[in-house]
């Protein structure tokens, strides 16, 4: 049999491309390993954080783990922000998919839904210049983020943030509500706008894949403050809510377990070779067309293998960033109000130039679900004093993430070699180091974020920077080019050297801006679908 | 094993009078026991002399934390004391240690002194465990 399309991953890209493609009726394979979470779901009640947290006797069995997994101990690293009943997310990594560096520990997915499981649903437009560094089309991405908007339901505001997250969208939802200690923030950011605009810093509401009316069978969000635990209500977007629709439809088939390894073209189609992860057999199937969106790493060593060349190193880039906990003097002591959301409240760009080209975002959270023994740990005190001070200043907490943008350079680059260990017989290995200039450049920047919040009397303890790979946003490895070259994208999304094979995903983006680019990556991949489709 | 649990049982019960001044449950005291289990917090040979201070001279506890505060914190009696202080969040009979709630202005006095004893201690502590001979991490 031969499938007309074969798409590769079930994460934010692979969804949107079978969406697109199901909806012009094509007949459509998906190909994912489809790591599920058996254990927690249905674990966690329907109830706000603090009901839980005063009534629930079996709560240390999402919030710490069965495993009591959610206690890390040792450094930051990644993938410890994530809880319990999230970690599933990175089940089978370093089995199927290793991965070798000193330098970058990137976090991969290959669960049901991919790295969509923990977004922080941040949807940010890139604006013209952007786009036109990272490589898709400027025109058919107005079109397609107003696509993604509608199929996956975005909460925004028109605020002095608008111009740099939300462009020119037009189809969202009423804005989330702020809480109480990111309101204070926004109220002086508004009494000192006109100082901090001159500077180049724009605050505002983020837009988020959250409802804030009911769409379909997905309720408005609750404001439980479990959005770290739990998708319950579906108010959040998570792009398994897609595969589970198209798996609805008759021309739509799901295939779990599998591997994607290799492909190689034949006359009119493509074999896709695939690992079975249950059964470990190997399987070939074929189909007319290949969308590949299993992630950048993924995706590059797809393709590594598949041209089967000697040595060859693909580019990389990744948002580095760093975190800052800050005190917001106004709220000492203050209380917090029971419905809240756990996601970003505010994000603040900065734009010292005005030319929308080189903006570097900070989102700004509020600490309370993820628990007070996390940060306590933090703290170079004793534990017992900790915990009463931290209890004191946690309403006052605000943790601004801040990321930087980043373009390609010969220090960031990965390599697939040899390796008989490993079940592939290969295993990825990675550089990433920054310049430098780019160093200096980004330690300036951080500084005059933590001196605009400080204007607004929210003062920074400490930077943390948990490595580089920790942002979970990559890209580059396959950049777009117009010209024929060996490794890179046609602007139509197909891989050079190939007739029918597509990249779907963040592969094609050689430029990086700092806002999260999960919403570009699916309007992106509806384009390519798209074009797909056309060919 | 029967010893192993009573001595784990015994270690929440000190653990949890230093972190909120007063002994724990008995859930509380199980779950800490199996958190122990399945993370196996081993002790080394620094850690293990601390500890017996600890255990013998229980008002030594907030000293010598203070102390691997500064010089180890990933120490492994560090690691025990944080393990009781998940399990005691994750404890609805104890989340009121926790939760953040309104405070008035004369707690703030309160905090800014419990902020300048930890610092105090901290200092005690660092010079404790410097006397004892104890190298940092």
Redesign the interface.
Known sequence: MIHDYIVVGSGPSGAQAAQTLVNDGARVAMLDVGVKDDLYRGMVPDADF?SI?????D??RY??GT??E??S??GVKVGAQLTPPRKFMMHGIDRWIPLESSTFSPMESLAYGGLGNGWGLGCFVFSGPELEKAGPDHGKMKTAYEVISRRIGIAAARDDAASYGLGGLDCFQEALKIDTNCHALYEAYRAKRGTLNQQGFFMGQPPMAILTQDQGERKQVAYKDMDFYSDQDMSAYRPWMTVDGLKKHSCFSYHENCLVVRFEEKEGHVEVSVNRTDTHGKEVLRCKRLLLASGVLGTARIVLRSFQEGKVRLPLICNHYCYVPCLHLRM?????ERLRTSLAQLVLFHDEERTHADVAVASLFSY?SL???RL??E???????????M??L??SFIIAGIHHPDAASADKSIELREDLSTITHDKLHAHYALSEEEVKGTRQREHKYISALRTLKCFAIKRVYPGFGSSIHYGGTLPYSRQDKPFTLAPNGRLHGTKYVYVADGSGFGYLPAKGPTFSLMANAHIVAQNALSS | MRQATRSLSDEADLIARYLIGKSPNDRVKRRYEDAMHTLHGDLDAVDRRLWKVVTCCPFTFRIIDSGLAVLRPASSIRRKVHVMLAVLEASPEYCEYFLPKAFGPLYAVNIVLTGARAVFVGIIGYAALKLMGIKGQ
Not at chain 1, 379 to 389: C, E, H, Q, T, Y
């Open positions: 603090t947290r005063e009534q629930d006797p709560q240390y919030l710490l495993a009591f959610g206690i101990w040792g000492l002591g203050k209380p917090v309370r628990l007070l023994f306590i740990k703290a170079p005190l004793n534990f017992s004093d900790g915990r009463k001070i209890q004191y946690q309403s």
